[in-house]
């Protein structure tokens, strides 16, 4: 029991100043090749611990490896940028404009609904209103709204507002959903008026529909 206790200390600490080799980054910030590097630190620290007949030089020279291929990585990166490309990837453009690239969605396999999610989480609701939202290297999402939504808001005017209401999904990959659309107190008649609009004819040919926070309805074509 001693040599267990013991050995785990010192994995500890092993494991703990490889980690600190690394640099200093939050979890969400690991780019592919870190967290790849990680995933295995852990589990060569565990194995000395799983078996006492594993010698601790097992462990501490495939981490000591890595640290210096997570060096190198870092380095190479930083000295080029198709290192850092091939590494790491390069930023998305998943929203240009005020419209989804239905391409770059499938190319990085996200679903509509989580993109959704992720832009009301960032206190986004009216994607019209986003110039660009880019999926960085990290994972995380960036959004750069419009211009002329950038000035001076409402509240710093001191002009009286109403509570916007949340946006709610008509159309979603060409499917009605008729539940949202009685949410709302209105008809299949309503929504194909809203699509004649948009000169669109058949709501097959719609990739997302959205009554928005502000009562405008929200058409794109796939």
């Known amino acids: 029991m001693t040599i267990l206790i013991v050995r785990t200390v010192i994995l500890y600490f092993m494991a703990l ?9 939050q979890i969400g910030q690991l780019q592919p090749f870190e967290i790849v590097i990680t995933v295995m630190i852990s589990d060569l620290a565990a194995m000395p611990m799983q078996d006492n007949r ?22 190479a990166q930083l ?51 986003i110039e660009y939202a880019i999926l960085e290297t990290s994972g995380q999402l960036s959004i750069i709204p419009k211009t002329n939504l950038t000035f001076a808001t409402k509240e710093d005017l001191k002009i009286p507002t109403t509570q916007d209401s949340l946006p709610i999904t008509l159309i979603l990959d060409g ?7 009685n949410l709302i107190n209105k008809d299949l008649e309503w929504l194909a008026g809203q699509l004649k609009r948009n000169n669109v004819t058949k709501p097959k040919d719609v990739y997302l529909a959205i009554l928005d926070s502000n009562g405008d309805f929200y058409c794109q074509t796939k």
């Open 17 to 25: 100043v490889v980690i600190r080799l690394m640099g200093k980054r």
């Open 79 to 129: 000295k080029s940028e198709k290192a850092r490309e091939l590494l790491s990837g390069k930023p998305t453009i998943i929203i240009e404009h005020g419209r989804i690239d239905m391409d770059a969605l499938k190319e990085e396999r996200i679903n509509i609904n989580d993109l959704l999610e992720e832009l009301r989480l960032k206190n986004f609701y009216n994607i019209k209103e």
């Open 54 to 75: 594993i010698p601790l030089a097992f462990s501490a020279i495939p981490m000591i490896v890595l640290v210096i291929l997570q060096i190198l990585s870092s380095t």
């Open 175 to 181: 499917k009605i959903n008729t539940f949202n659309l």
